[in-house]
């Protein structure tokens, strides 16, 4: 009898872990709007340094310790890895005229909320140049074990955009047509912030 | 040309291991195609400046003719600015574009241009007629960096992919709007190395498989030795390369191409100087780490 109960709470416990994990995720742009103060402050802090020394910033491990550093010069794009309290850090933001106590608060800001990545992407409209900055989030509270896409990636737009009526990001308006970034569609938040789930952080 | 070749090679390899020792960035050094090319850079400029206006084509309607025709002099102009696309699977073309832009750049822009006249083009033995769905698409394409304001590169890209098949591509054989990011313009190593035999004029000697790791001993070594034979082309694991432990399940398989500029080793660290999307990037990582990314090194030689 004893067995049966027990066998019959493990078969409850796997059916209800395979349904969440079959579910899908289901954020919406509240995430934003909790942490909208950190990522603003990522945003601006990425687009104030990115003026004056061209770079993208990665975590590349778990414990958020290890970042690699994409700087970007006319000739060659260097890319390191450094321990985030390692002083070679600040000697090489030195050494490439990218200013340190700003990165360190870069950094500081990212490592809160668990951003993985920050980095500012080219995008054309009739062919003119406009940018975006990209910013991919691992949350720790909403994946479920076997779901694929678990990085929650925000775009931040210099102009406004254009969105259908469910809110989706289009190329022009008056194309209509949806303007993917990565292979993903993008959400509205607000005109010039949109969001998506992906399976991939670049 | 050899000494010439030997010379730069030796600064190639000097010079960073004294900036690593000084503390230093290293600087960039241009890269010199190490063999008698086909055609010259000059004769390829002399072509293109001679052509200052194009009319519609009627085989390639999303084409723009003063975007196409610009597009093909920044080439020929700048080979390292040639760029796959952000997503795409185009990476593989695009190394093989850059080569191809160092040993003949008037062969390729005399092919563009045939293609974008006629509609289809001979390069050597090979005659290109790309499918219709391709020349609809050619010139489109969208969010994917500066590629979207490249349609001769766009145009280009999608010709090879539909000509040129592997089995990666046996269930993905036509062309559907989006197929530059899928299975359709997967390019596995031994399609690489075909594309890269049958275009150039060079030999290749390959070493890898695409689920394999190259069984050439120390994989440092090897790769250094092959530089001083060749352009070296090396197939990695792109995840790896720009490293990140925070995804749960890793791939162990090649993604990616790059033409290797530099290698060399302080240490147990390795420092590459390669060229791919459209510039040149050092990375530095550990000797093990090399091993581990690396699953095919072709070295090409002049025939």
Redesign the interface.
């Known amino acids: 009898m004893r067995n049966k109960r027990t066998a019959y709470i493990v078969f409850l416990i796997s059916v209800s872990v395979l349904l969440f994990s079959c579910s899908g995720i289901k954020i919406t742009s509240q995430y934003y709007f909790e942490h909208e103060k950190v990522l603003d402050q990522v945003e601006s802090t990425y687009r104030t340094l990115y003026q004056g020394k061209p770079f993208s910033l990665?975590?590349?491990?778990?414990l958020f310790r290890?970042v690699?550093l994409e700087i970007i010069t006319d000739?060659?794009?260097?890319?390191?890895?450094f321990n985030v309290e390692e002083k070679r850090l600040n000697?090489t933001a030195a050494?490439?005229h990218l200013d340190s106590a700003g990165l360190n608060k870069l950094i500081g800001y990212m490592r809160s909320i668990h951003c993985?990545w920050v980095n500012n992407?080219?995008?054309?409209v009739d062919?003119k140049k406009n940018s975006l900055i990209f910013i991919s989030i691992?949350p720790v509270l909403f994946h479920s074990a076997f779901s694929y896409k678990k990085y929650y990636i925000l775009t931040y737009y210099s102009q406004p955009q254009h969105f259908d009526p469910q809110g989706r990001l289009l190329?022009k308006r008056k194309m209509r047509?949806l303007?993917?970034?990565?292979?993903e569609i993008f959400y509205r938040i607000n005109d010039k912030v949109c969001y998506t789930i992906s399976g991939l952080?670049? | 040309m050899k000494g010439r070749w030997m010379k730069s090679f030796l600064v190639l390899c000097t010079q960073p291991l004294v900036s690593i020792a000084l503390g230093i960035p290293i600087p960039c050094i241009p890269y010199g195609y190490p063999f008698t090319p086909t055609s010259t850079q000059q004769e390829a400029i002399a072509f293109v400046d001679s052509i200052s206006e194009l009319s519609p084509s009627s085989y390639w309607p999303g084409i723009k003719p003063a975007l196409f025709l610009k597009n093909v002099k920044t080439n020929v102009h700048e080979p390292l600015g040639i760029y796959p696309g952000r997503g795409t699977n185009f990476c593989g073309y695009g190394a093989l574009t850059y080569l191809m832009l160092q040993d003949d750049p008037l062969g390729y822009a005399r092919l563009l241009f045939q293609l974008y006249l006629e509609g289809k083009a001979s390069y050597g033995n090979i005659f290109f007629e790309p499918s219709p769905e391709v020349k609809a698409a050619a010139g489109t394409l969208r969010s994917k960096g500066v590629l979207d304001i490249h349609p001769a590169e766009q145009m280009w890209f999608l010709c090879l992919a539909d000509h040129f098949k592997g089995y990666l591509n046996f269930f993905q054989r036509t062309y559907h709007p989006g197929d530059e990011d899928s299975f359709w313009a997967a390019v596995n190593y031994a399609k690489f190395n075909s594309m890269v035999r049958q275009l150039l004029h060079v030999n290749v000697n390959a070493r890898g498989a695409d689920l394999f790791r190259p069984s050439v001993g120390n994989t440092f070594n090897y790769i250094a030795k092959k530089m001083r034979e060749g352009i070296v082309v090396l197939y990695v694991n792109n995840r790896i390369l720009h490293k990140n432990k925070l995804e749960k399940i890793k791939l162990q398989i090649p993604t990616h191409y790059i033409i290797l500029e530099s290698i060399t080793r302080v240490k147990d660290t390795v420092t590459l100087i390669y060229w791919d999307y459209g510039g040149k990037t050092l990375r530095q990582i550990r000797s093990d780490f090399l091993h581990k990314i690396v699953f095919g090194i072709s070295c090409c030689t002049k025939k």
């Not at chain 1, 990665?58 to 778990?62: N, P, Q």
């Not at chain 1, 000739?75 to 890895?81: G, N, R, S």
């Not at chain 1, 303007?179 to 292979?183: A, L, V």
């Open positions: 990665a975590f590349t491990d778990k290890t690699s000739t060659l794009t260097y890319i390191y890895d000697d050494k490439y993985t992407f080219d995008y054309y062919e691992k190329d047509k303007r993917k970034i990565n292979g952080f670049r």
